[in-house]
């Protein structure tokens, strides 16, 4: 690998962004044609691992020793960093894994929220249902793997978002959709088939893992659980950065993101609402997602009525969707509907419902 170069450009949405490229200080052998499989690559073109770690909150590199995580300090120190991210609204992760590789807003991309209803069609759009993600009808903007296979790159993504629905009739060369496969393991194992797609010929490689998302869920993101993970990730982060050097692969930028962090909702520690309690829930239609956010369809006449009862919870900002605030860039979202409430800080991530047949 010979040396880690500084490379002044960094992205993200969610709350980490993290830029190193390695170039190789050595001289390259000749490329021969159709000698896909050989350590020495050399391309024009420079090559992209493009890394999200799922719920890594901005601070959690910060939370631990430098010898307690060698890895991510090698690539703070010899990358870049970027000070701070706006994150999405909502920054729930599909549709910021979507923002990602779009550059769009969620209001125009059209991918709102981790649930939500087409009042149309009755369909719905459910985080952990393949068959509801994978319809073609939700997927309308172009991703930076469309646009690299039209300029003729190879692309390969690893539980990245539904990568396998066409774009344009476009189709990425290799494709593991999102499925929930938590652990270190996994991790470790699709960065190493990055790693042999590279070694193929492929450009561009994106690899996703929800270690710390489903570590934090599970035991909240201010545990020793998370730290552990934490430093999961920095092992494999370090086995990356020894395999890159073994196959002197040259030319690699590699991104690290987020999308999203993480708040401590243990029980005693916020206040918990159940909008059941207050809204009579045979008014509406349907409630998609829950947590921090509720997108809410009611028939016309009924809307004034389901304001009203939804203005009594306390925490939470209740707008009709003409009232959404422009900032948000959300509103104009085809699948956001006729009320959005969302919880102030103090009350995240606890309006939910217990209502049967509603798209959570």
Known sequence: MGSLSLT????????????????????????????QHHHHQHSENPKLLYILMD?????????????????????????????????LFPSLSFPTWTSLVTGQYAETHGVIGNYFYDAQTKEKFSLFNE??????????????????????????????????????GVRTDYCEHFIKIPGKDIFLENIMNALEKFDQGYDFVQVYTEHTDHTGHNYGPDSQEVLQAVRDLD???????????????DDVNIVIVSDHGMANTAPGTIARHEIDDYLDT??????????AIMNIKAPPENIPKVYEQLSAIPGINVYKKEDIPEKLHYKKGKY????????????YGNIWSEKQGFTY
């Open 235 to 249: 092992d494999v982060m370090g086995i990356l950065m020894k395999e890159l050097e073994k196959r002197e692969l």
């Open 55 to 87: 719920g890594f909150r901005w601070d959690y590199v910060d939370k631990q020793s430098k010898s307690e995580l060698p890895n991510f300090d090698t690539f703070l120190s010899n990358g870049v960093k970027a000070r701070w991210t706006n994150p």
């Open 282 to 291: 045979d008014l509406v239609e349907n409630i998609a997602d829950k947590g």
């Open 131 to 168: 068959e509801s993600t994978g319809k073609q009808k939700w997927w309308t903007s172009e991703p930076i793997w469309t646009t690299a296979e039209k300029a003729g790159l190879k692309t390969a993504q690893y539980l990245w978002a539904r990568c396998d629905v066409p774009i344009d």
């Open 8 to 35: 002044s450009w960094a992205i993200g949405w969610g709350s980490l962004a993290v830029l190193l490229r390695v170039t190789s200080s050595m001289p390259s052998p000749d490329h021969h044609e159709g000698d």
């Open 336 to 347: 956001v509907n006729d009320i959005l409430i969302m919880a102030k800080e103090s009350e």
